[in-house]
C-alpha cells in the first residue's frame, strides 16, 4: 500500500467555523506533512511531524493546528480563517523523519474554500 | 537557503516526440533532487529520483540528468503520450534537512 489518503475533497466554510482536515498513510512511514498549493504554484510546506513530534513549522498563523494522534495519522485543526486562506491542502508522508529524508508521497489533498 | 528556478512555465510537444524539462538550483549541499507529476485536481505523483553521487538515472520511459557543476537538473520523457499531460516539479532537499524546495512547474501540453 503506498497511498496516503485525505478527508475530505472538498470542503466549503465561514470565517467562523472550526473544522478539521484528516490524513491517513498505512506505509510505516515515520514522517508527515502539510503543504497549501494555491493554483499554479508548488506546494509550500507548512508542517512536518517526525516521529510524531512537530519538528517543523514555516511561522504558519496559529489558525491553523497540526496534530499528529499516532503515526498513521496527521490532522490539521482550522478556525477563524481568512478567504486568502483558500487552497488545496496536501499531506505527504516519507519513510524517514530526521536526517536524510526520502521521497515523499502525497496524498489527493483537500479543496479548501473559505467563504 | 535553497531557491530552485529556470524552467519554462508551459512546453508543448507533439504526441510521440521527447520532451525535456529543465530546472535550476542554487545550492551546492543539495543532496536529494526529485520530479514530481501533477495531474489536475490530484496531488503530486512521484516520477522519479537521483541523489548528488549519481549524474543520470533511469525509469520508464523517463531520465533524470544531474549536472552538478552547473546546478543542473532535466526531466527527459521519451515519446510523449496523452497522458503526460501534467505540471511537472522538481524539487530539491539539501543534505541533513527535511524540507524540500520546489521550484515553479513546468506545464507540459501535448499535441495530437
Known amino acids: 500500500d503506498t497511498e496516503v489518503t485525505q478527508t475530505p475533497k472538498h470542503l466549503v466554510m465561514g470565517m467562523t467555523n472550526k473544522k478539521s482536515l484528516k490524513c491517513e498513510q498505512h506505509m510505516g512511514h515515520r514522517a508527515m506533512y502539510w503543504y497549501k498549493q494555491k493554483a499554479k504554484k508548488p506546494p509550500e510546506l507548512m508542517f512536518v511531524y517526525s516521529y510524531e513530534k512537530l519538528s517543523i513549522n514555516e511561522s504558519v498563523p496559529s489558525r491553523f493546528s497540526p496534530e499528529c494522534p499516532n503515526s498513521s495519522l496527521l490532522n490539521l485543526h482550522l478556525h477563524a480563517l481568512q478567504p486568502e486562506d483558500s487552497a488545496l491542502y496536501l499531506c505527504?508522508?516519507?519513510?524517514?523523519?530526521?536526517?536524510?529524508?526520502?521521497?515523499?508521497?502525497f496524498g489527493p489533498g483537500t479543496r479548501l474554500t473559505v467563504t | 537557503g535553497e531557491s530552485v528556478g529556470l524552467h519554462l512555465p508551459t512546453l508543448s510537444v507533439q504526441e510521440g516526440d521527447n520532451s525535456i524539462i529543465n530546472c535550476a538550483y542554487s545550492?551546492?549541499?543539495?543532496?536529494?533532487f526529485i520530479w514530481y507529476k501533477q495531474e489536475s485536481g490530484k496531488g503530486p505523483q512521484f516520477i522519479i529520483d537521483i541523489r548528488s553521487n549519481m549524474d543520470k538515472r533511469q525509469g520508464q520511459r523517463v531520465t533524470v540528468l544531474l549536472n552538478k557543476t552547473v546546478k543542473h537538473l532535466s526531466l527527459q520523457i521519451a515519446a510523449t503520450q496523452p497522458g503526460d499531460s501534467a505540471v511537472y516539479f522538481c524539487a530539491v532537499l539539501r543534505k541533513g534537512a527535511q524540507k524540500l524546495v520546489f521550484g515553479q512547474g513546468t506545464r507540459l501540453t501535448i499535441n495530437p
Open positions: 545550492n551546492s549541499a543539495s543532496d536529494y
Open positions: 505527504a508522508s516519507s519513510q524517514q523523519g530526521g536526517g536524510s529524508t526520502y521521497e515523499q508521497y
